[in-house]
């Protein structure tokens, strides 16, 4: 048995993410689907675990670890082979804004509860929905974009020739893209990369149609 | 002069966290308003500093830092001492994830570009965007004030009892929230936590009314 259970919905970037920072440290994980559709995050029995009702959480031993940017910085500092943060401090720092971007200033703008909010509240449309994700992503990849480059990528990753935190991060973003049909090619450096990493297993694996609980 | 370049709006949320961070490890920095007002952010020239045109950006020799979380994160590896971190890794996690659960989940959300698409595209009432950043802080608080409760903490800062990454994110929402009229009686050790830390200098010299640039 795994001595990890990742509580994940197949969908959710932020799940999505933890799956794949998992994948690369070679972590196996008992998955246990909970699932955002019926609301099952908000029920009372997964808010024992997690207060928030926010997927993705990581029990191991009797340690709840909840938020995927601190699971993913704890997975770091406790498997830390192989690393997913590059070795000098600087390059640290690169690579860990490439990662707030997409999971500060893209993700939670364009999750579900957003989605709900601004369809209940607001009236917002399905097209005005689309153009809301649609906006946001484009805001973030103009900018990735460039920070990519700047950072000598040759495009095989983000930064580097190996996978960091910056794809973890990256990854589920262009999953997420591809469903609001946003057009890639204004981006070839992370439409290269995200074909990359498509070819690693950790990543191929982490991906929502391979979970059990895709629909 | 100082070896620090911090580029920094008084009102930003994300500069009052590094002003906070930077205090706090003992470092002072040459402040440079950029005005978000008149969008001097957007410009060509802060542009060549910063491509996303988001402030803070830190320059110190020839690097540029940009990402708040990623700044902070610099700052801790760079200046271990004060630490901003706990020093097992669980309690690393648990300050992590409080941080994320401010800086991700809410901070983003309301933020000045997302409430400007609001007004503009949905053509939001100013009720209507106070209630918007009224939701997700009360969303946000009713989580972290049980995650503060469970870690312990006996309401003198978010984990234990020095200043955390925690709090370095936690008082700029506060201030955030007391704009937006949002009532801080629903949370008593938030709102404890904010008290104690406005009698520590580090935050004290850090609020937006305190900065050359407020107004």
């Given at each position: ?83 997913l ?10 690579v ?63 930064f580097?020739?190996?996978?960091t935190l910056a ?49």
């Amino acid at each position: 048995m795994s001595e990890f259970k990742l509580y994940s919905f197949f969908r959710s970037g932020t799940s999505h993410r933890l799956r794949i920072a998992l994948n690369l440290k070679g972590l196996t994980s008992e998955y246990i689907p909970i699932n955002l559709r019926t609301e099952q995050h908000l029920g009372e029995e997964y808010r024992k675990i997690n207060p928030q009702g926010f997927v993705p959480s990581l029990v191991t031993g009797g340690t709840v670890l909840t938020q995927s940017p601190a699971i993913i910085e704890w997975l770091e500092e406790s498997y830390p082979n192989p690393p997913l943060l590059p070795a000098s401090m600087k390059d640290r720092a690169t690579v860990r804004a490439m990662a707030a971007l997409v999971g500060c200033d893209t993700h939670p703008i364009n999750n579900r509860r957003i989605l709900e909010y601004l369809r209940k509240q607001f009236g917002a449309s399905e097209d005005q929905v689309n153009a809301w994700c649609t906006h946001w992503i484009e805001e973030a990849f103009d900018a990735l974009e460039v920070l990519v480059k700047e950072s000598n990528s040759k495009g095989t990753f983000c930064f580097g020739d190996t996978p960091t935190l910056a794809d973890v991060y990256l990854v589920p973003q262009v999953e997420s893209a591809k469903r609001f049909k946003v057009d890639l090619k204004r981006w070839p450096l992370i439409q290269a990369i995200d074909e990359n990493c498509s070819q690693i297993a950790a990543f191929a694996n982490a991906a929502p149609m391979k979970q059990m609980d895709a629909s």
